[in-house]
């Protein structure tokens, strides 16, 4: 076979405004295609004592065991599970939407008996239901609760769920692969024992690691465990052993530029400050949800329950979805994401992460929503969502100036 059929592969520009990979900063692109060094270098293990230093101001914990792990954000899902799961252990599962269920199922896999507790897809799991179930079924190894449900909106609220898993003696998994670096994600002012993320949604980073952390008392469930993790390469005994300074012992190599690029992701974080960060994804949102409206697309979740970073909106009955997904990508160079499962057809779901959270991204979006609705006969005054985000930026610029 010849390979001169094989051009130079380019890719298409695209603005990023679906539930994830986001926009990548140029500063990261360049860190991704620096020379490689070995990965027990001196100055390599020197750059993963950053990346853990810089994991623990965004998980805002001091946990020793924080790190990167190789692979995407369900890697960091299903590792959790592996490693504090043991066959014979009753974890319960908030199942809310995907993410949920897919947690249920990795419980199940690695022996684990799932009870769930079932809220209706773009609500979120009410904690008294968490204290009933948990007085009434002890005794429970683990809660998992999903922070950002990705597939529907919907924002859990974490703040008192440390507290009321330590009453029962349960540990509190929490999946923040998409809330990570939008919202606050509080692992050690909530007692969240183990919390996971991933790199393509509010990092800005490509993706392929799923930064993690787990607190000491997680830790020592580990050490009480009396089985082996059943997965070898995700088993956390052996992975802390290449990061800890006293071992640095080999396990698999590690990704070196993807960690490049995590630690650079990481300090355009820590640049802009995660305040500052989490204050510039509620406003953009609520730009977007202003111009939304009037186009009568309204969000899903209930107010105070909503997402910045990804906006889950429901559709009216004249829209075409799909017809304006396909031309927002192919005319317009914009993703946006359809909606999973339930809510196939019935609902978008506009990403505003990280890079990809910006006020000339949200105007270009509305522009362009404004230009297919009119073409199509759906919209017969053009230009009110736009004036309508724009209302809320200069909004927020006269509060700040009062404020300041
Ligand atoms: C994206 C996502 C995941 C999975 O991450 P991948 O990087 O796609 O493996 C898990 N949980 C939530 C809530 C997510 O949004």
Not at 68 to 87: F, K, Q, R, Y
Not at 135 to 154: D, I, N, Q, R
Not at 264 to 274: I, M, N, P, S, T
Not at 300 to 322: F, K, Q, S, W, Y
Request: aromatic share 6%; charged share 20%; net charge negative.
């Amino acid at each position: 076979m010849s390979t001169a059929q094989y051009q130079d592969f380019i890719p298409p520009s695209r603005l990023l405004l679906g539930p994830g990979p986001s926009m990548v900063h140029p500063r990261v692109l360049h860190a991704l295609s620096l020379p490689l060094l070995g990965h027990l270098d001196p100055v390599f293990l020197g750059l993963m004592d950053e990346i853990q230093a810089l994991l623990r101001a965004t998980f805002q914990t001091q946990n020793e065991l924080t790190i990167a792990l190789s692979g995407t954000g369900s890697a960091g899902m299903e590792a959790v599970i592996a490693n504090l799961i043991e066959p014979g252990d009753r974890a319960i599962v908030g199942v809310n939407g995907i993410f949920g269920s897919r947690l249920a199922t990795m419980v199940e896999r690695h022996g684990g008996t799932v009870l769930p507790i079932e809220v209706p897809w773009g609500t979120t799991i009410p904690l008294e239901l968490l204290r009933d179930r948990l007085s009434h079924s002890a005794p429970v190894k683990a809660v998992v609760l999903v922070h950002a449900e990705t597939s529907t909106g919907a924002r859990q609220p974490l703040e008192d769920a440390g507290s009321l898993c330590r009453d029962y003696d349960a540990l509190l998994i929490v999946d923040a692969v998409t809330s990570l670096g939008g919202v606050p994600v509080e692992v050690d002012a909530w007692g969240i024992d183990a919390c996971y993320s991933g790199t393509q949604k509010c990092l800005s980073c490509p993706p392929g690691l799923a930064p993690l952390t787990l607190s000491s008392r997680a830790v020592h469930s580990l050490q009480e465990r009396t089985t082996p993790c059943r997965s070898w390469y995700f088993d956390f005994s052996l992975i802390a052993e290449y990061w800890a300074d006293r071992t640095r012992a080999y396990h698999h190599t590690a990704p070196i530029s993807m960690l490049y690029g995590l630690r650079e992701a990481l300090r355009l974080v820590h640049e802009e400050g995660l305040s500052a960060r989490i204050a510039r994804h509620q406003l953009n949102s609520d730009a977007l949800l202003a111009g939304l409206h009037k186009l009568d697309l309204l969000p899903l979740p209930a107010a105070g329950h909503r997402l910045p970073m990804l906006n889950c909106v429901t559709l009216p009955d004249r829209i075409d979805e799909a017809l304006v997904r396909s031309q927002l990508l192919n005319n317009y160079g914009i993703e946006i994401g359809g909606g999973l499962g339930p809510l196939r057809g019935r609902v978008w779901r506009i990403g505003l992460m990280g890079e990809s959270c910006r006020e000339a991204h949200v105007l270009t979006l509305l522009n362009a929503l404004e230009e297919i609705f009119t073409c199509h006969g759906w919209l017969t005054h053009p230009g009110r969502a736009v004036q309508a985000a724009e209302e809320t930026y200069t909004g927020s610029q006269r509060s700040a100036r009062r404020s300041a």
